[in-house]
């Protein structure tokens, strides 16, 4: 088996997920499957469907619906289709994340159910998978260096604020250098001449507030881009946004950075939240 083979058939449906996924658990009846379960594997042909020829889906739901458990057997069917792909999983907060790396263990012990080595060791039975949670943007481009892991956890606040400027850092030549430490932790020597052109405004020893903040955003920015450029040598197969509803003031600075780390180098597109308002077609359309 090589690490491009693709096991997906070309016209998944929801019988086929369920020969390597079972969602009411392995343990469950043989033959027996629940009506939760079923609306789950259908979901999942759906979404995959959907992302393979579109690009993207949108997994809208009633909260406890199970829509984290499906979206996990979207993973699994990316994985599936090839070994060697990149997932990147965005969430709000570190409670969520921590949610996820439990469920995603929960689901490889307890649903996942293919023989092969694509997610679970053959030996152990453990995962080989796992997601891996990370703080900060940082910590991500770091990770995308090594080339180690495949499915990565990562927080809307890491995209507001990539670098956590201190307060002591109260002098453009101050924060300069905290930019310049960050840059060579993923292998930067240099600034780039966008970098310099946002710093030579600010040539003098101290700065107002409202300065300091504006040079702080930009070279947050800055460093979005940076990561961004980090991922032009390997395609994230699947981006899984989750709560999708923080992405819908467009033109904020978290929006902007995750424009510049994801947006060109992202195969496929899985948003996912609780179904909205509930009143018109139109409040999913404007999500």
Known sequence: MTASENLIPGQLCAAKVRKYIEFDGRDAVSGQVSSQARL??????????????????????????????QAMGVIATCFLSRQDAHVVIVCPGRTLQEQWVSEWSTFIRTCYSARDDRLVSALTGEPLRAPVLHDRLRDFAKALLLNEERIHLLRYSSFSRPIWFNKEAK???????????????????ELSDEESAILRPFAGSQFADDQRA??????????AKR???????????LAVIDEAQYLRHIGNRQNTNIRHVLRTHVDRWLFMSATPLHTSPDDIKSL
């Not at 594997?41 to 993207?56: D, F, K, N, Q």
């Not at 504006?214 to 460093?223: F, G, I, V």
């Open 40 to 69: 789950q594997s259908e979901g999942v042909a759906a979404l995959w469907h959907l992302i393979a020829t579109r690009g993207y889906g949108y997994l809208g739901d009633e909260v406890g619906m199970g829509k984290t458990r």
């Open 227 to 237: 990561v961004g450029q980090l991922l032009k040598s390997r395609l994230i197969d």
């Open 171 to 189: 002098t453009p030549a101050a924060l300069l250098e905290v930019y310049k430490q960050c840059l060579r932790e993923i292998g930067v020597a």
């Open 214 to 223: 504006k040079l702080t955003a930009d070279l947050n920015e800055a460093y």
